[in-house]
């Protein structure tokens, strides 16, 4: 087979060139890092297990009418998505006070938030991707008002639903990160949900013992990693109990193969 044109490596996923203009495909790494990239490592199985959640969260949002750049799942790391530009914000949406809103303002990690907070950081990984606020975001242009009321909006959509989803799997949504990205139609265009949602970009807290089932377990050498993003996987219903080591196994045998 040709070889596809990357487009773009980030430090989690790679985007090679999709079948079909205005497609993409969206690669899986194991790579995990975090603090801005200081700290790095592997955590094995964990692009097959963030392919598998996202497509899952994907495909359920876009059942209650989110657009998202999500198409189909290609194979066990890749997924086709709609190629799109990325509105250079990470948007951060809270239910529960952790990380750096603890930090910053000295609030018990754990605290349930009175109302849900939504923060903006720019993407910029050199600068270490400072808080904005839409001062900054209007300023130098970086979305315009109609889309960040479209984003704000959207956020609160998604957060409501999976709140719920994973409430009914016994997690607790703590907060997480989304991006979004411009489709143009013309000279229109339109936001849509881009990147991914996983447990590399949420916090997810067991709600009998607040275990933490995300990329905290790396960022605070707690272990369990891979075992706890299976756990998310496992009861959202993705992965059947016999099946939790082969979908990974299977995985290795084919990279030793190198296919
Ligand atoms: P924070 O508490 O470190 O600001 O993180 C808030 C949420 O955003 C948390 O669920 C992790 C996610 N996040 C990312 O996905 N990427 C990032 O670069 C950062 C800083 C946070």
Redo the contacts with the bound molecule.
Sequence with gaps: MARRRQIYEGKAKILYEGPEPGTLIQYFKDDATAF?AQKRGTISGKGVLNNRISEHIFTSLATIGVPTHFIRRLNMREQLIRQCEIVPI?V?I?NVA??????RLGIEEGTQLPRTII?Y?YKDDALG?PMIADEHIACFGWASQDEMNDIADMAIRVNDFMCGMFAAIGIRL????LEFGRVWDGDYSRIILADEISP????LWDMKSNEKL??DRFRQDLGGEAEAYQEVARRLGLLREDDEFAVLDLDSHRKKRGK
């Design positions: 801005n990470e951060v809270r952790a990380g750096s809103l603890s930090k923060e950081y991707d703590v907060d997480f990160k590399d970009g949420c916090r995300d990329k």
